[in-house]
């Protein structure tokens, strides 16, 4: 006699409302909420990856800077600028470390579709921080190195253009897809993939 398929209740329908052939209506893929959850977690490693890099690199940077003769002669301001910057540095470097702390603690207890909402939920966060972090770096460099309000404007175009590349394109592409569905097959108001919807 015929078996019924993996992953589909006894009527033959699939258990996230897919056919029986176990296409998944929500993604255009044949996959479990399982295995939708495996794929999602390593597009998210690979994020990580590049925003880690970025991080270590400029918490490196401005951790090395308050041992520099130079430190000693930074104005009250400027060694404002510099603690609010390390700061915010470190909470960036926890934001985008969490999610494979996150995803230690919860691995072999079945949670993976929830591992990976929460780790893409403190993935943006970080983001947020780091592009703070950025501006405020980038505030204490040009201040040092001009001495005058230009840095301001400086900063505050690179701030524009952070934006512009990391959140307004994306958000531009959303809307310009006007919830058709993008190349790996999900509706483009699923493309942040956040994990099971219910």
Not at 4 to 19: E, K, L
Not at 44 to 61: C, M, S
Not at 91 to 108: D, E, F, K, M, Q
Not at 177 to 183: L, N
Request: hydrophobic share 45%; with cysteine.
């Amino acid at each position: 006699m015929g078996q019924i398929p993996a992953g589909s209740d006894g009527a033959g329908r699939d258990r996230d409302g897919g056919d029986p052939a176990g296409l998944n209506p929500r993604s255009g893929r044949r996959e479990t909420e399982e295995e939708r959850a495996d794929r999602q977690w390593g597009d998210l490693l690979q994020e990580l990856r590049v925003a880690q890099t970025g991080v270590q690199i400029l918490f490196g940077f401005l951790l090395a800077v308050v041992f520099q003769p130079r430190f000693a002669d930074l104005s009250d301001v400027d060694r404002n600028i510099y603690v609010v910057t390390v700061m915010l540095g470190s909470a960036t470097a926890a934001a985008l470390i969490g999610p494979v702390s996150y995803h230690r603690l919860l691995t072999g207890r079945r949670m993976k579709p929830q591992t990976v909402t929460w780790a893409s939920r403190l993935t943006k966060l970080g983001l947020g921080l780091l592009f703070c972090t950025m501006c405020s770096t980038l505030l204490l460099i040009l201040r040092v190195a001009l001495h005058n309000v230009t840095a301001l404007w400086l900063v505050g175009g690179m701030a524009l253009w952070f934006l512009v590349c990391w959140f307004v394109f994306p958000l531009w592409a959303i809307a310009r897809g006007d919830g058709r569905r993008s190349a790996d097959g999900e509706d483009a108001r699923d493309a942040d993939d956040s994990g099971p919807r219910s």
